[in-house]
């Protein structure tokens, strides 16, 4: 178990992390998230000492990390950073066994290991093991930096933006990699990302900081459901509003707003000039305070209509009509089933608020897949 | 021919040689360690290396005497600075990532000195040296001034009963060495590079 307490630091008197509180559990696996600047990278890197804290303190197992040498605090937490940071004048087995060497393990179990943790994402130990890093390729460099962090098993990993450099193809795999592995050897890991898919797709818990402080610490799914600030709200952007489209979309997120209307008082040329001039075949007609009283169409006047004659007697009520509140899925089902041109969306003191239409319904839908359409 | 001059001055340029490594990497290694101590002893060997190489010679002398010893200190002093410079620089140029990640696997500062930094750092530390050998080689000729012998004895003596075939034959065998130690030096180099996949600087 990881504990900050009261972490405080910062840089030529500008605070930069201003007292993070943050309990994290054996095996789990937790993003620390937010915009440059928020003090993520620095939260992470005083874990291992490699950024000394100002006040607070770090405990791992109940022991604070003051109390230990910071070289063998260090070598019982793995670390894997962007820029990959191989040592190019080692060979991939040298590298992988750097913290194991420094253990005095002896060679048989440096080579024994080398060739396990190879195996583990699938690299052949006789064909890789006497590489160079520059014979490799970025995504088996990162590999190779993934496994030289979990050499002599540490029972945490840090990883500071891990796959940022990497083409996305190979940072996908590699997320993939990472997150069967992680759960398969229960590590515990920190890792910083900006990046919101990246931190959905591997945290058991996402914590985003800004501005030097923990704004939220949540699920994946709690956050997406209710991000407690609006910049997290922002940062995550198109998958707030995937969430919403999936059990929060209401009718009044999918209508249209601009109705063509008529006032049950008019007569029945009035009416057919208005829909010719808005080219369409019905009308919606509410009284002089929008409530709704149904609709009129084409056909109705021209079988029964009478020239002179208010539209009033033609009026049709049978038409859907759901509430804004309503859940999306009802007008779409209403629409699909009764194979009606539009749905009437009304308030739930039954004034008109617009309506559904197959078009209107794909342009909510396709804003809430991929984002402000 | 006064080949036995020939070995005289190689030796006495492979002597100075070994100290100008073991002295020049160590003040590269401390000037990296401390950086404080960075500026002044790059400035108090480059300012060494102005001071023309007859004149250092010549004060050496009066302290130590003429010999053998004085031309030996006298090519250190000169022939310093490419290679606590290299070895500054190379120490300083290893990647900032590289660095982090030594840190970050626990590697203490002097493992991580000579297990990461100084390997890496070497390619450039072995052109330091490399230059430092051929400026030795022509810093050996004043070495006759003082007593030293060498190459220097051969062209000088050459010059005072103008014999032509005495200088062509010193200044002949002077080239060679350069060139030769140079050349040999330069394969090795480009092999150090190549190993940890390192662009040669342009010289």
């Given amino acids: ?373 | 021919m006064p080949w036995d001059r020939v070995w005289e001055h190689f030796t006495l340029v492979m002597t100075a040689l070994g100290f100008i490594i073991v002295i020049g990497v160590v003040l590269g290694v401390v000037s990296y360690l401390y950086p404080k101590l960075s500026k002044p002893i790059l400035t108090i060997v480059d300012v060494m290396q102005t001071i023309p190489s007859l004149a250092t010679l010549g004060i050496i002398m009066v302290f130590m005497g003429g010999n053998r010893r004085t031309v030996i200190i006298g090519i250190i002093l000169y022939s310093l600075l490419p290679i606590v410079r290299n070895t500054n620089s190379g120490l300083n140029g290893v990647s900032p990532a590289v660095k982090e990640a030594a840190r970050g696997m626990g590697m203490t500062r002097l493992y991580q000195l000579f297990h990461v930094d100084l390997p890496l750092a070497f390619p450039l530390i072995f052109t330091g040296i490399r230059i430092a050998a051929v400026t030795s080689i022509s810093v050996a000729v004043f070495g006759t001034f003082v007593g030293g012998g060498g190459l220097g004895t051969v062209i000088y003596q050459g010059i005072r009963v103008s014999s032509m075939r005495q200088i062509l034959f010193g200044t002949a065998a002077l080239m060679a060495m350069a060139l030769l130690i140079d050349g040999i030096m330069g394969l090795i180099e480009k092999r150090l590079y190549r190993r940890i996949g390192l662009q040669m600087p342009q010289e």
């Fill in chain 1, 1 to 373: 178990m990881i504990e900050y307490r009261d972490v405080v630091k910062s840089y030529g008197g500008k605070p930069v992390v201003k007292g993070i509180n943050l309990t994290i559990q054996e095996g789990e696996f937790v993003i620390l998230i937010g915009p440059s600047g928020c003090g993520k990278t620095t939260t992470l890197k005083m874990l291992n000492r490699l950024i000394p804290m100002d006040s607070g303190d770090i405990l791992i197992n109940g022991k604070s990390i003051k109390e230990q040498e910071p070289e063998l605090l260090r070598r019982n937490i793995g670390y894997v950073i962007q820029q990959i940071g191989l040592f190019p004048n080692m060979t991939v087995e040298q590298n992988i066994t750097v913290v194991p060497r420094m253990l005095k393990w002896d060679k048989e179990r440096r080579r024994e290991r080398a060739k396990e943790l190879l195996a583990l994402v699938d690299m052949d130990y006789d064909t890789y093991a006497h590489k160079y890093p520059n014979e490799l390729s970025g995504g088996q460099q990162q590999r190779i930096g993934v496994l030289r962090a979990l050499a002599a098993e540490p029972p945490i990993v840090l990883m500071d933006e891990p796959f940022g450099a990497l083409d996305p193809i190979t940072r996908d795999s590699l997320q993939d990699e990472i997150k069967d592995l992680q759960k398969r050897l229960n590590k515990t890991v920190i890792f910083v990302t900006h990046d919101m898919n990246e931190a959905i797709k591997l945290a058991d818990r996402i914590v985003f900081m800004c501005d030097g402080k923990i704004l939220q610490a949540a699920s994946p799914e709690e956050m997406l459901r209710s991000p407690a600030d609006d910049i997290i709200r922002e940062f995550m952007g198109k998958h707030v509003q995937r969430v919403h489209m999936e059990d929060e979309l209401t009718c009044s997120d999918i209508m249209r707003h601009r109705v063509a209307t008529i006032s049950p008082q008019r007569r029945t040329l009035e009416c057919v000039e208005l829909m010719s001039q808005r080219e369409v075949n019905s009308l919606i007609v509410v009284d002089d305070d929008r409530t709704y009283l149904g609709i009129v169409a084409i056909e109705d006047i021209k079988d029964r209509g009478v020239a002179g004659e208010t539209i009033c007697p033609l009026i049709r009520t049978d038409v859907p009509c759901v509430e804004t509140g309503q859940h999306a899925k009802e007008a779409f089902r209403l629409l699909m089933d009764m194979k009606a041109d539009y749905v009437v969306v009304v308030t739930p003191d039954k004034k008109l608020a617009g309506i559904v239409t197959k078009s209107s319904m794909s342009k909510a839908m396709a804003s809430a897949l991929w984002g402000e359409g």
